[in-house]
């Protein structure tokens, strides 16, 4: 199994809702990802888990939360998001490092539209 | 400073001609490098890679790319291209000892019928 899989598919919400996002991987990567990504832009790095612990966080504003319950899964939570977060949020994982050449496996995203 | 230059913001090639997608980056060592594809609305699925060894590389879906040290690229090919190809192509280095990519900021394939 080489896929990365992400909930829900799409995702609308106002600025007072709380939600999550969900993802999950059985490769056994040992690292797994949130990036953003905003329109005709690349993916820009939120968190990195190694291990289920965070390793890093790429000074994403406290409105999102990440969680990583066990070596499979991933959440977002999110809460008082704005418009601007409105975005594709992408899940990856790693078998490791991305600087010793580990690629990364990326879901097929949530589209998120903040009202 | 690390970084990675995708030139062409768009590109518009007939169906059946060939194709060329350039990448250059900028690195203190040798590099981990990477070309990823995205439909719209899509996740990134990875074409191929290079870390060392034979400086041209096949990927999946006809795909290859020619790392090339003395010129700091590594562009992507492919000898005849098909509709299905009209995506959002990145070149991403991976960050030496880091989690991080480095990713270009992408060329947009047009395929004319």
């Known amino acids: 199994d080489t896929e990365v899989t992400q909930t829900p598919k799409h995702l609308v919400m106002g600025m007072t809702n709380k939600k999550s996002l969900k993802c999950e991987q059985h490769m056994g990567h040992r690292a797994m990802y949130w990036y953003k990504q905003k329109a005709k832009k690349p993916p820009e790095l939120m968190f990195v888990y190694s291990y289920e612990k965070l390793s890093i966080n790429e000074s994403v504003p406290s409105r999102f939360s990440p969680e990583c319950p066990n070596s499979s899964l991933l959440n977002l939570h999110l809460h008082a998001l704005q418009p601007e977060d409105s975005a594709l949020y992408l899940c990856?994982?790693?078998?490791?490092?991305?600087?010793?050449?580990?690629?990364?496996?990326f879901g097929p995203g949530t589209r998120l539209t903040v009202l | 400073a690390q970084s990675v230059t995708q030139p062409d913001i768009h590109i518009t090639v007939s169906e059946g001609a060939s194709l060329e997608l350039r990448c250059n980056y900028s690195?203190?060592?040798?590099?981990?490098l990477f070309w990823y594809v995205q439909s719209p609305g899509q996740g990134l699925q990875l074409l191929l890679k290079?870390?060392?060894?034979?400086?041209l590389v096949q990927g999946i879906k006809g795909f290859e790319a020619e790392f090339k040290r003395s010129q700091s690229s590594f562009n992507l090919r492919k000898p005849s291209v098909h509709w299905s190809d009209a995506a959002e192509y990145f070149c991403a280095v991976g960050a030496r000892g880091t989690y991080k990519y480095i990713f270009g900021t992408g060329t947009r394939l047009k395929v004319l019928a």
């Open positions: 690195y203190g060592a040798t590099p981990y």
């Open positions: 990856a994982s790693s078998r490791g490092l991305a600087g010793v050449g580990n690629e990364q496996f």
């Open positions: 290079y870390f060392s060894g034979d400086t």
